[in-house]
């Protein structure tokens, strides 16, 4: 077990954590789509790279482009949507995390904040 969710459990009870153990796993999704995209097109990339120097600059600022966007995309806040997909995976408890989106917490679907 993670020492983060221990403490949180001596802090603020098993509700928390399980608050906390969904988001977490969310946060692990959103790392997991860039590298899976990258790994996807590293070979392709080398095999351009090799034929033709020109065309590779092009396609590498293509990749680099979509990254960019996959960042933006994964990395504005969330905050409209949390409480109700809280709810819908957890339980009925999620309002408090609607109140807390309500006013625009900073923090990544309200980790910080439980």
Known sequence: MRI????LGQMMGD????????????????CFIPMAVMSSLALALIEIRKA?????????QRVFNLMVLLALA??????P?????????????????RHRCD???PTYLGIVSL
């Open 103 to 105: 006013h625009k917490s």
């Open 52 to 60: 033709d120097r020109a065309r590779y600059d092009v396609q590498i």
């Open 15 to 30: 509700k928390a954590v399980g608050f906390y153990s969904v988001t977490t796993r969310i946060l692990e999704m959103d």
């Open 74 to 79: 994964i990395t504005i806040d969330p905050c």
């Open 81 to 97: 949507v949390c409480a109700p997909f809280l709810e819908a995976l957890c339980c009925s408890d999620a309002p408090q995390a």
């Open 4 to 7: 983060d969710q221990v403490m």
